[in-house]
Nanobody, 127 residues
Framework: QVQLVESGGGTVGPGESLKLSCAAS????????MSWVRQAPGKGPEWVAI????????WYADSVKGRFYISRDNAKNTLTLQMNSLKPEDTALYYC????????????????????WGLGTQVTVSA
């Protein structure tokens, strides 16, 4: 019974910051690649950031590079997303997702095989 619970969303103005958290349980957290995914109204999911099991390797979408930072605390089974310089186009429902262990990450990404998702936390950036 894997559970991923996002928190930290809210409404902020352009240029402001938010920090999202994802509390994970029911999985060996430090073995999994983890990601933040967002979905805006009328759009498909966009992978925002990915982090390796030990936190040493990260990937960011071009749209958030230099503004968003993914991290994890394996001792606390927690994934975070620091979001700076927020823009209205960052408005979306943000999800935490875990990757399966039996496939390369590239395959997971290409085939959308992220197997566990939280319910999301809403981020709204509005003037």
């Amino acid at each position: 019974q894997v559970q991923l619970v996002e928190s930290g969303g809210g409404t902020v103005g352009p240029g402001e910051s938010l920090k999202l958290s994802c509390a994970a349980s029911g999985l060996i957290f430090n073995l999994h690649d983890m990601s933040w995914v967002r979905q805006a109204p009328g759009k498909g999911p966009e992978w925002v950031a990915i982090i390796g099991p030990d936190g040493s390797g990260t990937w960011y979408a071009d749209s958030v590079k230099g503004r968003f930072y993914i991290s994890r605390d394996n001792a606390k089974n927690t994934l975070t997303l620091q979001m700076n310089s927020l823009k209205p186009e960052d408005t979306a429902l943000y999800y935490c997702a875990s990757a399966p262990l039996d496939k390369p990450l590239a395959v997971v990404q290409a085939q959308n095989l992220w197997d566990h998702w939280g319910l999301g936390t809403q981020v709204t950036v509005s003037a």
